[in-house]
């Protein structure tokens, strides 16, 4: 069983960076794509970032972002640690969500139990 764990939230000023982390264990197979989303309350999951997984295949590594953080936003991944990061600068108070990751691998679509980021001066 695949479990995810975000971690990196926190209060940050406006201007201000982040990191975000989200870490996959168990037996994980067949990942072919991962995300993140955050969610304000009230509000339905927003997709802020994705990365394509494909071996060898030309869109292997392949990211898109949000238009609300391009230029703004960064995801990188470490395969070798089971990885994903989001690099989250020039923060504004509209990027206060909590973040969740998301990973589809097979027909399973998991979730991390979600960070708070919170920008705010």
């Known amino acids: 069983q695949v479990q995810l764990v975000e971690s990196g939230g926190g209060l940050v000023q406006p201007g201000g960076s982040l990191t975000l982390s989200c870490i996959a264990s168990?037996?994980?197979?067949?990942?072919?794509?991962m995300a993140w989303y955050r969610q304000t309350p009230g509000n339905q999951r927003e997709l802020v970032a994705t990365?394509?997984?494909?071996?060898?295949?030309?869109?292997?590594?392949?990211?898109n972002y949000a238009d609300s953080v391009k230029g703004r936003f960064t995801l990188s991944r470490d395969n070798s640690k089971n990885a994903m990061y989001l690099q989250m600068d020039s923060l504004k108070s509209d990027d206060t969500a909590v973040y969740f990751c998301?990973?589809?691998?097979?027909?399973?679509?998991?979730w991390g139990q979600g960070t708070q980021v919170t920008v705010s001066s």
């Open positions: 990365v394509l997984f494909g071996g060898a295949t030309s869109y292997n590594g392949i990211t």
């Open positions: 998301n990973m589809r691998a097979g027909s399973d679509n998991l």
């Open positions: 168990g037996n994980i197979s067949d990942i072919y794509l």
